[in-house]
């Protein structure tokens, strides 16, 4: 009971200690566009495009109105569908609209998502959120735990300000991307997959599918344009899905991108295997070259409300799916 209070006087006057990613990237993002209300592109997921994008070495992009936009990378390590929408939901709360969501879909989370990560970056009307999709005793008990292991790191910060974020750059890219991997190193990397269970035996969670399919109508409801996007895998990685499994991803995705009339972009090829250091998280090299082609592809395009971004290399889109 009291480090349960404990946790929640240090949530209401120091949000920031329970989720510092989540609100240095806040902060960030402010900086970029309060001033001049820029409108915006906000890539959200996990890790992998966290790693994959990085806004910084985009060239100037500018919407059919002739503003310039911000593409800010948004994601957050771990995040699913169900942590997505948490903080799709957070940052509305935090006064942030963008113009549009590039959301991520990544399989081994639409088919399990971490009840640990999320609750381990979670308030208490996060967990209530969360619960909603999530088993509530088991996403309850994962807060009071994280809770009480990261009180003290939580208790610290509240009494002095956060270390600074280096790792990130003004559009939320992550400056401290690894260079180079060995074949031994990538061969390891990949090896310990946390990933093996889900994509072995993958099948669409019901929490999953309900947390994705309400975070694109919450958009619909703030007039905030969405995409879906399937990110890189290499072959060792695309190896561990269970016969047929990876086509009843993707078939998954495209069908909820024909249903919702949402756009989808299938992404999963888009870099050569010596690109990733375990098969699924960018090197930088990959991540130049995905941030390239995202913005060249889907960005600039989407912004400018290009007829030619519906095309057969898009499953489910369709021209007016772009703002609905």
């Known amino acids: 009971m009291l480090l349960a209070a404990g946790t929640g006087a ?50 100037p992009i500018y919407d059919s109105g002739g503003r310039s936009v911000v593409a800010f990378n948004a994601s957050h390590v771990g995040a699913g569908p169900v942590t997505n929408l948490v903080l799709l939901r957070r940052l509305l709360r935090d006064g942030v609209r963008p113009t549009h969501v590039i959301l991520e879909v990544m399989p081994s989370f639409l088919s399990h998502e971490s009840y640990f990560l999320l609750a381990s970056c979670c308030s ?24 009480a292991v990261l ?3 939580r208790a610290r910060a509240a009494c002095a300000p956060p270390e600074p974020a280096e790792n990130f750059g003004p559009l939320g890219g992550r400056t401290d991307l690894l260079k180079t991997a ?36 919450l958009c619909r409801t703030h007039d905030i344009g969405i995409v879906l996007l399937m990110t890189p895998e290499g072959t060792p990685f695309r190896a561990l899905y269970g016969p047929g499994r990876e086509e009843l991803f993707a078939g998954y995705v495209n069908r909820v991108g024909l249903e919702t009339g949402v756009t989808v972009i299938d992404a999963r090829r888009w870099l050569r295997d010596d690109e990733f ?9 990959g991540a130049s070259t995905f941030t390239a082609r ?10 400018g409300r290009d007829e030619a971004f519906a095309t057969a290399d898009h499953p489910g889109s369709s021209p007016r799916s772009l703002r609905r």
């Not at 240095?24 to 890539?43: C, D, G, K, N, Y």
């Not at 269970?197 to 399919?213: S, T, V, Y």
């Not at 995202?294 to 912004?303: A, Q």
């Open 294 to 303: 995202l913005g060249h592809d889907v960005i600039t395009p989407l912004v």
């Open 10 to 59: 240090i949530e209401a006057f120091r949000p920031d200690t329970i989720d510092p990613e989540y609100s240095h990237r806040l902060s960030l993002f402010h900086q970029q566009t309060t001033a001049s209300e820029r409108p915006s592109v906000m890539v959200m997921g996990s890790s992998r495009i966290g790693l994959s994008f990085v806004p910084e070495e985009l060239p």
């Open 124 to 147: 208490a009307s996060d967990v209530s959120l969360a619960a909603t999709y999530m088993n509530r005793a088991d996403i309850a008990w994962e807060y009071v735990h994280t809770g």
């Open 151 to 153: 009180f003290p790191h």
């Open 277 to 285: 250091y375990d098969s699924h998280h960018a090197l930088q090299t």
């Open 182 to 217: 060995t074949p031994e190193f990538r061969a390891r990397a990949t090896f310990v997959q946390t990933h093996v269970h889900e994509l072995k035996d993958f099948q669409i969670a019901d929490e999953g599918d309900r947390a994705l399919r309400d975070t694109i109508a």
